[in-house]
């Protein structure tokens, strides 16, 4: 019975989601249209779109993997993200005075060509890494239920979003992303509230769970230094990500962008307390799993047939709304800063880009095994080499640029190499490193001024 429900639920699904994004190819007709919606968006879309973008497979199988193994502590992986997001209500009017597409563009107006080519680069390789990781982890659902082998699942699975992406670019992306945000919504909402009745309510989680699952905002697990990391690794990812500002780009005000972000976070909270609740139950009831197996066992298992089919779709959606925004963010980057296709009419050569990235993140994914850990590790080094010229540049104080590029350095080999070690002081002192060199610059500029 599931599978025939799984079978109709999927197919309508799939469905929708091509054919309102492949219509999104009507209203395309120039880069600005394909990269960032023509700045048009509105603040319901772009905030919907931001929210799908940010809930992929680590905030929603990765959260309540953290929920299972250590309670209430393992939703700060995703509440960083409205720190982060509240951040940058600050900057909006700084990024909207900027008629730019891709984040590595709007660094080389603070820094120049060399700047933004090594943005450029730090950003590709950790997207390759996260647009397979999102494709593996469809594939992997899909797999579940159907059987046979992952890797067709996953080229299936990225088939669906590189096609929509193709076809109409940012325009597609926010479209789809408005629908699959609501069913992850729902699909989430549904799994923690009947797997938290399952479980006898939070009476029968606090009785049946050790008495630490329920310290908050620390715990013996998740110390106050692992909080402080996390805001500055993963929290400094959603004020300057590229994702994050390419919503910024295409919302069509300041004032629709800052609805946008307030709407995100509006969204982002619940759902952050729905996958902890899921995750808790989980370990309640299913004690034996893996911690990441927790929200598809508990759907599988604790779920009638058709809000089971419900859930495992809304998984789908938080894995291809991720991917298909990072897809675009990786492609305009190739084409914009690499090729320097910024102002081709011609919309081939963006739509080739999506092509190319997508099958090499899709095979990156499905051939590298353990070396897509390593290709994430790339999302640290881009929050530890550019979260502090990033915020300068935001702040109206801009490093010089061999300062700029030295802090990028050197802040992203130490967070590399602290991801390496497993060291955690490593990486804190990649962030460290930067701003001292930002304060350095400072001084310096200010001694130079002096002395003139």
Known sequence: MLMYLFIAALGLYLLAILGVGIAGVIRVHTPADFWIAGGRASAVATGGSLASTIVGSSSTLG??????SRGLTGAWWL???????????FFLKNLKSRSVYTLPELIGVWYGPVMSKVAGGFVVVAWLGIVGAQASAAGQILSTFFGGQTGYWTLAAAAVFVAYTLSGGQVSVIRTDLIQVLLIGSGLAVCAGIGLHLSGGLAGLRSGLPARYFDFPVSPDFSVPDLALLLVVVGSTYLVGP????????ARSEGSARRAILISICVIVPVAVFVTLAGMSARLLYPEIPAEAALPALAMRALPPWLSALTIIALLSAFLSSADTTLLTMSAIITVDFLGKRQSKNLLVPR???????????????FSGGIIRALLFGYTVFAGGLFVPILAGLLGKPLRTPFALGAAIFGGLCALTGKLLESDLLVAAGFAGAAMIFAVDRLVA???????
Do not use: Q
Not at 63 to 68: D, E, S, Y
Not at 79 to 89: A, D, E, S, W
Not at 243 to 250: A, G
Not at 355 to 366: F, K
């Open 446 to 452: 200010a001694y130079k001024r002096r002395g003139s």
């Open 243 to 250: 994702d994050m500002l390419s919503r910024v780009f295409s």
């Open 352 to 366: 080739l880009s999506v092509l190319g990235c997508g099958v090499t993140a899709v095979l990156v994914g499905i």
């Open 63 to 68: 959260l309540a993997g953290l929920a299972f």
């Open 79 to 89: 509440l960083v993200g409205p720190v982060g997001l509240f951040g940058l209500l």
